[in-house]
């Protein structure tokens, strides 16, 4: 078992910048594969970014490539995803998720990640 933890979600104009972090307990995070998903009202949850369990690789949608950077940091067991450059249309629940099985390589598919954390909004004003 993984518990997900995320913090840093709030309210910014458009253009600005948040840090969202989640930490884990449990198994060891390092083991992880880790990704960040999101929410917009009335719509799917949908990827935004991952990260291998060495942090060697990285991936993102298309919709954020370039403003958003995932990392970790496993001596603390955390995972982070520095959002820069907001526009309103990123305002959405941003959840974390944890992948024990893949995590060599990123993984995009939501079926792919065992584990998620309950999730923090972040709202972007214009």
């Known amino acids: 078992q993984v518990q997900l933890v995320e913090s840093g979600g709030g309210l910014v104009q458009a253009g600005g910048s948040l840090r969202l972090s989640c930490t884990a307990s449990?198994?060891?995070?390092?083991?992880?594969?880790m990704g960040w998903f999101r929410q917009a009202p009335g719509k799917e949850r949908v990827f935004v970014a991952a990260i291998t369990r060495s942090g060697s690789t990285t991936f993102y949608a298309d919709s954020v490539k370039g403003r958003f950077t995932i990392s970790r940091d496993n001596s603390k067991n955390t995972v982070y995803l520095q959002m820069n450059s907001l526009k309103p249309e990123d305002t959405a629940v941003y959840y974390c998720?944890?992948?024990?099985?893949?995590?060599?390589?990123?993984?995009?598919?939501?079926?792919?990640?065992?584990?998620w954390g309950q999730g923090t909004q972040v709202t972007v004003s214009s």
């Open positions: 449990g198994r060891t995070f390092s083991n992880n594969g």
């Open positions: 998720a944890a992948d024990p099985r893949y995590g060599m390589v990123v993984r995009t598919s939501q079926r792919d990640y065992d584990y």
